[in-house]
């Protein structure tokens, strides 16, 4: 199987992954748009919007297969919310279980805090 192969595969689950979190939340509803083979700031881009206060925001997704190591990881999320203003999480597979995914910073928890604060 291609590297390109693999990256999309990996992609796929992390947008299934992110689908399952938010829909933890019913009082949000998401839509997200993949870009293959990116070199931008994120693979993935969701939108997020609470039916309750009406708020919105959009969350952007870096899908790396392999290791990247946590300075790189706050410097890519740095520059995302500087350049772009987007919030910005990193999806690596687990180290100990490849089938499980990871979020840098916290995804669900980030998600949870947003509600809140906008309640």
């Given at each position: 199987?291609?590297?390109?192969?693999k990256?999309y595969?990996?992609e796929?689950?992390t947008?299934?992954?992110?689908?399952?979190?938010?829909s933890?939340?019913?009082?949000?509803?998401?839509?997200g748009?993949e870009s293959?083979?990116?070199?931008?700031?994120a693979?993935?881009?969701?939108?997020?919007?609470?039916?309750?206060?009406?708020r919105r925001?959009?969350?952007?997704?870096?899908?790396?297969?392999?290791?990247v190591?946590?300075?790189e990881?706050k410097?890519?999320?740095s520059?995302?919310m500087?350049?772009?203003?987007m919030?910005?999480?990193?999806c690596?597979?687990?180290?100990?279980?490849?089938?499980?995914?990871e979020?840098?910073?916290?995804?669900?928890g980030?998600?949870?805090?947003?509600?809140?604060s906008?309640s």
């Amino acid at each position: 199987m291609s590297q390109y192969r693999k990256g999309y595969l990996f992609e796929k689950k992390t947008h299934s992954g992110v689908n399952e979190i938010i829909s933890k939340f019913p009082e949000l509803k998401s839509y997200g748009i993949e870009s293959r083979g990116s070199k931008g700031a994120a693979d993935i881009v969701f939108g997020i919007y609470n039916k309750k206060n009406k708020r919105r925001t959009w969350l952007g997704i870096q899908c790396k297969r392999g290791y990247v190591s946590m300075p790189e990881k706050k410097r890519e999320v740095s520059s995302a919310m500087n350049n772009y203003g987007m919030v910005m999480f990193y999806c690596t597979p687990s180290k100990e279980k490849k089938t499980i995914l990871e979020f840098y910073p916290d995804l669900e928890g980030w998600i949870k805090d947003w509600v809140k604060s906008l309640s």
